[in-house]
């Protein structure tokens, strides 16, 4: 139980391009959900956080023009990352929660590489 | 200010030889403390959720203890395949990550 997917696992795009990385928690249903960013031998960095039918909540330094977050449903979360450049090439992590039974557990998915050429 | 602290950075052990991996916290009002084993070019694995002193896990070779200080992942007999970052994390509204510790066994 707790599987979060991640779509799509890579994918490369041209600078000045959006792209769009949809998380969905497979057997549970997700109140709130995170969205990470890493880069190589670092730890994971909080972007946002979304819960359901709400505006996400942007941390500090994040720009919520550049990464749109729609949480639209309690099992789908999406990022856009829009007119992408270089820099934005990174690791991007979706989390999980479901509020409920063990309300603070946060299930990751696997994770989409993003490269912006 | 609430943190989670790792240590050791990172870990080589030989195939078989136990050790522990410590993750000590100052958090207020602590709701749990989640292991996670994260492998290059993925997500982190959910482990384990420690709620009160005392408490231990266990899962095939690994071991995860709390005290009020602190939460120790215990390794026995450890295999390459556990190689892998482990992340210790509180929840506190948003997951407080430690640094992590980069474990390496070799065959």
């Known amino acids: 139980g707790a599987v979060v997917s991640q779509h799509p696992s890579w994918v490369i795009c041209k600078s000045g391009t959006s792209v769009k990385i949809e998380c969905r928690s497979l057997d549970f249903q997700a109140t709130t959900m995170f969205w990470y960013r890493q880069f190589p031998k670092q730890s994971l960095m909080l972007m946002a956080t979304?819960?359901?039918?709400?505006?996400?909540?942007?941390e500090q330094g994040v720009e919520k023009d550049k990464f749109l977050i729609n949480h639209a449903s309690l099992t789908l979360s999406t990022l856009t990352v829009t007119s992408a450049h270089p820099e934005d090439s990174s690791f991007y992590i979706c989390?999980?929660?479901?509020?409920?039974?063990?309300?603070?557990?946060?299930?990751f998915g696997p994770g989409t590489r993003l490269t912006v050429t | 200010e609430d943190q989670v602290t790792q240590s050791p950075e990172a870990l080589r052990l030989q195939e078989g030889e136990s050790s522990s991996l410590n993750c000590s916290y100052t958090?207020?009002?602590?709701?749990?403390l989640f292991w996670y084993r994260q492998d290059p070019g993925k997500g982190p694995e959910f482990l384990f959720t420690?709620?009160?002193a005392g408490e231990e896990k266990e899962k095939e070779r690994l071991k995860a203890t709390l005290t009020k200080k602190e939460s120790f992942l215990h390794i026995t007999a450890p295999k390459p395949e556990d190689s892998a970052t482990y992340l210790c994390a509180a929840p506190t509204g948003k997951l407080i990550f430690g640094q992590g510790t980069e474990l390496s066994v070799k065959p």
């Open positions: 420690l709620y009160s």
């Open positions: 958090v207020s009002g602590l709701r749990g």
């Open positions: 989390s999980a929660r479901s509020g409920t039974v063990r309300a603070y557990e946060q299930y």
């Open positions: 979304s819960n359901e039918g709400s505006k996400a909540t942007y």
